[in-house]
């Protein structure tokens, strides 16, 4: 299978609470693992960055229908294209949840001068790296309680 991978950021709808967003991802990982498609999805004040990846056809049906969804809005396309590897391997839709950029310091100030968080600011590649580092401190990070 040819590879592709494919960014998009969106601001989400208003009353969307953070119970909806973990819901979406739940769902997308289930249905996310049977087409075969990897990625992450980044929530931060309000706007969501997210990646797929797999093939040609099954990314581009489910970015249609993401498209669709009144839960966001804005929906942005910033990056697609083909890749010969996956970023996000083993993850069907794991979700990065941070209230602000503030709360991913140092990562964020690293990508970008501004700490308001504005992936259309961003190039492509550096939001697969942002994200694939926010989820892998997410699976580093040791509970709390
Ligand atoms: P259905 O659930 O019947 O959806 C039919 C249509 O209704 C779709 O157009 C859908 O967009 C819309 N819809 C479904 N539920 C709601 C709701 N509660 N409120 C408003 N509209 C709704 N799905 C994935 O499978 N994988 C992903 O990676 C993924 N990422 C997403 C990221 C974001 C930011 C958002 C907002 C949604 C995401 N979704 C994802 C959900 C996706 O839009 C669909 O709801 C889901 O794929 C199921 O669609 P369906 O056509 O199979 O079935």
């Given amino acids: 299978m040819q590879l592709y991978r494919l960014v998009y950021y969106s601001e ?60 966001h809005k804005n929906v942005n396309l910033i990056y697609f294209s083909r890749v010969s590897k996956r ?14 950029s503030r709360d991913f310091f140092p990562e964020y100030i690293k990508y970008s001068g501004d700490l308001s968080f504005d992936p259309l600011s961003l190039d492509g590649e550096v939001c697969v790296e942002l994200l694939r580092r926010l989820l892998e401190r997410k699976k580093h990070a040791v509970p709390t309680t």
Avoid: H
């Fill in 87 to 100: 970023e996000f391997e083993g993850w069907n839709m794991s979700l990065a949840f941070f209230p602000t």
């Fill in 12 to 71: 989400a709808a208003e009353n969307l609470t953070i119970q909806d967003v973990k819901s979406i991802a739940e769902k997308a990982s289930i249905k996310n693992a049977s087409l075969l498609i990897s990625g992450g999805l980044l929530y931060c004040e309000g706007k969501f960055l997210q990646v797929l990846e797999g093939g040609i056809r099954p990314v581009n049906k489910l970015f249609d229908t993401i498209l669709q969804d009144k839960r």
